[in-house]
């Protein structure tokens, strides 16, 4: 069993850059090896893709409304990936997931990874 926890969220103002973390942990710590999605949830909205590494840390692609904004940055020893996120929007809140896929290379599509974390609130004011 895989297990993700996201971190770092919290209330900041438009402009303000914020790092959410996804550590994997017990029996699972090597799950982040993997590829690695980060979405997010606005209230009253589907959830969307932000980014994603791919597993061997050779690909990263994000949304187009974060491009430029927002890296993904993997730390293999430990067992963590980043999401740091800069020149954030009131558009940005949202809760924000990370989620692991097993068995891809990489993919921006919700129902390809295998484990998800639990998410992290991110809300940023104007």
């Known amino acids: 069993q895989v297990q993700l926890a996201e971190s770092g969220g919290g209330l900041v103002q438009a402009g303000d850059s914020l790092r959410l973390s996804c550590t994997s942990s017990g029996r699972s710590t090597a799950a982040i090896i993997n590829a690695v999605g980060w979405f997010r949830q606005a209230p009253g909205s589907e959830r969307e893709f932000v980014g994603a590494?791919?597993?061997?840390?050779?690909?990263?692609y994000y949304a187009n409304s974060v491009k430029g904004r927002f890296s993904i940055i993997r730390d293999v020893a430990g067992s963590t990936v980043y999401l740091q996120m800069s020149n954030l929007a009131p558009q940005d809140t949202a809760v924000y997931y990370c989620?692991?896929?097993?068995?891809?290379?990489?993919?921006?599509?919700?129902?390809?990874?295998?484990?998800w974390g639990q998410g992290t609130q991110v809300t940023v004011s104007s």
């Open positions: 590494i791919s597993r061997d840390g050779d690909t990263s």
């Open positions: 989620a692991v896929g097993m068995h891809i290379y990489h993919s921006w599509r919700a129902e390809d990874y295998d484990y």
